[in-house]
């Protein structure tokens, strides 16, 4: 009962001067919105890249051909393919910790054409069936092509929603045909928008095709050299290989030559997309997948490996870790405000003691002890502290909510955020509190009543 009865009297004396306090908890109130609105931004930040990782399929992963020296200098990644479709088998087989694995065939310049609309879409891949569980596509509307169809090259196509737009303007383009680079594709899927990522480029800006259609017909055959391509011969009827001498075989009939496709011993994919059987065996699968194409492609232990595997995981780690070293930079600025704010309460708690002085005597005088006004002052400041914070989180979600809705940015409340406000403005007003509520306690009653 005393305590409660020690709040009121803190209570009132805090009302006496109305302005002074809310000006003493101002710094409070801006510290803890601060802090409120920067871990309600950096959760919703957090989700976003956890959302984005997700979309790009979790415990996924990419194998990337190496790098390709010329004369003992490296010229790049992505300039040596090395990647087979039976390495893609191998590493299905002989690696427990996959689940899903699919060659992947890309192109950065072919353009869709469909009446008298065309469109250069941002991307544009050859897969396998796998793909679409790899990479958590989905069908709004229509099938996904199968394993019969990119086993005889079938010419169908996925689409995008960005393409229905800019292609088929909104209209559903399912069993209609459009063409890309000279050859004709019966679109039989839309996919699922996913929207922008976090990089800012349209996932929905995307064409998926049988990856055995897109290398014989749109991209050509690699032979070993990203820079250097053969024509297709879908594309190209007349090209013929260089050679010298005598023909050593007959010409080809007109009919095959268009409507057939000769496919080599060795057809050469850009990618190997793959999924780990969860996202926790992910260093485990690389280590196979690593394993297995060092062995498929006869390296010995000096050389080094001439592929590269990127992993969802790998992506998702660095994103968080830049995420958390901006938000602790912008909590510490946060916090600074909240040490300025403590400070000004206890300047303003010594002001106090200083004015209240004969009021600290004449209760001494009547049996007030040392420690009953040590915590009165104490519990002053406190409370002066919880009224601030409590002000400070609802303007720091109300901050929170404004960007969200005006900015679109994204923000995720936190109840654990609110409860750490409320420990820390509990605790800066015991801190800062503490040594002009000693002070007073260690007035001497006598001199205090002679105070004018």
């Known amino acids: 009962m005393r ?120 991307q544009m891949y050859g897969v396998a069936p796998s793909y679409f569980n790899i990479r958590d596509w989905q069908v709004e509307e229509g099938r996904f092509f199968t394993d019969r169809e990119v086993d005889v090259n079938a010419r169908v196509c996925l689409v995008g929603s960005t393409i229905v737009k800019e292609l088929f303007h909104g209209v559903s383009p399912i069993d209609c045909e459009m063409r890309i680079n000279n050859t004709t594709f019966r679109v039989i899927g839309i996919l699922k928008s996913k929207g922008a990522n976090m990089m800012g480029m349209d996932e929905d800006d995307v064409i998926l095709i049988p990856w055995t259609t897109m290398r014989m017909r749109i991209t050509g055959l690699r032979n070993g050299s990203a820079s250097s391509t053969s024509s297709t011969l879908a594309s190209k009827p007349g090209a013929t290989f260089p050679v010298s001498g005598v023909a050593l075989y007959p010409a080809q009939d007109d009919s095959l030559r268009n409507d057939k496709l000769v496919i080599p011993k060795f057809t050469y994919v850009d990618q190997i997309a793959f999924s780990a059987v969860s996202p926790e065996k992910m260093p485990q699968a690389i280590a196979e997948i ?7 492609h006869q390296l010995v232990a000096a050389q080094e490996d001439d592929f590269r595997i990127r992993s969802a995981a790998d992506f998702m780690k660095m994103m968080n870790k830049t995420s958390t070293l901006m938000n602790n930079l912008l909590l510490g600025v946060a916090l600074l405000s909240l040490l300025v704010g403590g400070v000004g309460i206890m300047n303003i708690m010594l002001v106090s003691v200083t004015e209240r002085t004969r009021e600290i005597g004449l209760r001494m005088a009547v049996g007030a002890r040392s420690v009953d006004i040590l915590k009165q002052f104490l519990i002053e400041s406190v409370v002066m502290c919880l009224v601030g914070g409590i002000i400070g989180i609802l303007l720091g979600h109300g901050v929170s909510l404004f960007i969200e809705s005006q900015l679109r940015w994204p923000i995720e409340s936190s109840p654990g955020a609110v409860i750490a406000a409320f420990a820390v403005s509990a605790s800066i007003g015991m801190v800062f509190g503490f040594y002009p509520a000693w002070k007073a306690s260690q007035l001497d009653p006598i001199e205090a009543l002679r105070y004018e």
């Open 3 to 122: 305590f409660f009865s020690t709040v009121l009297m803190a209570l009132r004396s805090l009302l006496r001067n109305p302005t002074r306090t809310l000006l003493t908890m101002l710094g409070i109130i801006i510290g803890i919105a601060a802090v409120i609105a920067m871990m309600e931004i950096g959760a919703g930040s957090s989700a976003s890249i956890r959302s984005t990782i997700e979309q790009m399929g979790a415990g996924s992963g990419v194998v990337y051909p190496g790098v390709r020296r010329v004369a003992g200098i490296k010229v790049g990644v992505n300039t040596w393919t090395r990647l087979l479709p039976a390495d893609a088998e191998a590493i299905m087989q002989e690696c427990p910790h996959i689940s899903q694995v699919s060659p992947v065939v890309s192109s950065s310049s072919a353009q869709a054409v469909f009446g008298s609309e065309n469109w250069i879409p941002a």
């Open 290 to 296: 690593t394993a297995v194409l060092r062995e498929r």
